[in-house]
């Protein structure tokens, strides 16, 4: 039996909505390329449907599923997108219905052998799935990346969850059921003022397990040493994730 599902994101799902980079247009075009039609999307885990709404742009259709509720009502909306509770074990999704299938910063959640499954069940034949994941954000300032790297690794790094070593790899380790697709490289960008910078990493669940923990919140702090970095109030930074993606085809 496999282990019930624990929501780490219920609490922060406004902020994660507000917070969390935009993956880039070229992505989701290089992806519905590569599906044998274009008639239905499945993004697995949509949080805040932000993956869900650029499938919409290229698929007639994307059914959005995600196990936690208060994800799906902050997401965004589109009239293509079909937003369903629903885990990623057990879509609900018909047998060889499905042309592409997206996981966003999300398969190291799962019971990936028994997602695998699910993916192979509704898959039609030569549709893709395509898992990515992005890890510690980059900067340009060399010393408010130290900062940034000594926060992720030292003051939260005891509070990641143990899945996190799998996004840590790339998804590399992981074992894919199908034969691997090759593909370019590609990057999230954006620019962030401080304020939204402290933002986004509240949304870390280590951050949010340290305060729970420690009863102390660690963000102030992290302001207070990157403030003289990062500029004015509303003077935004570049920032960068880079991705790492893994594409399978059903054969």
């Known amino acids: 039996m496999s282990a019930p599902f624990k929501d ?3 609490t922060v799902a406004p902020d994660y909505a507000r917070y ?10 290089f992806l519905a390329a590569l599906a044998p039609r274009r008639l239905l999307a499945w993004d ?3 949080g805040n449907g932000q ?5 919409a742009t290229h698929f ?18 589109d009239p293509k997108v079909d937003y369903r509770a629903a885990s990623a074990e057990a879509s609900g999704l018909e047998e060889d219905s499905v042309d592409l299938i997206t996981v966003a910063q999300a398969l190291h959640w799962f019971d990936i052998p028994r997602f695998f499954a699910e993916a192979g069940r509704v898959l039609r034949l030569n549709g893709v799935l395509a898992a990515w994941c992005y890890g510690q954000i980059q900067v340009k300032h060399p010393e408010a990346q130290r900062i940034l790297d000594k926060f992720y690794s030292e003051t939260v790094g005891p509070y990641w969850p143990p899945q996190r070593r799998l996004l ?7 074992q894919f059921p199908w034969d691997e697709i090759r593909h370019p490289g590609f990057a999230i960008t954006a620019q962030f003022t401080l304020g939204e910078l402290v933002g986004y990493l509240g949304t870390w669940s280590a951050t949010r397990f340290y305060t729970e ?11 207070s040493q990157l403030a003289k970095l990062w500029g004015e109030n509303e003077e935004k930074q570049p920032v960068t994730w880079p991705l790492s993606l893994r594409l399978g085809r059903q054969g």
Request: charged letters at 20%.
């Open 8 to 10: 780490h994101f219920s």
């Open 20 to 29: 969390r980079p935009h993956y880039p247009a070229e992505l989701f075009q």
């Open 44 to 46: 697995c885990a949509t």
């Open 51 to 55: 993956a869900a709404v650029l499938l």
């Open 60 to 77: 007639q259709r994307v059914v959005a599923t995600d196990a936690s509720v208060a994800q799906l009502a902050n997401a965004q909306r």
């Open 168 to 174: 840590e790899e790339g998804y590399r380790t992981i």
């Open 213 to 223: 923990a420690t009863g102390l919140d660690p963000l102030p702090r992290l302001t």
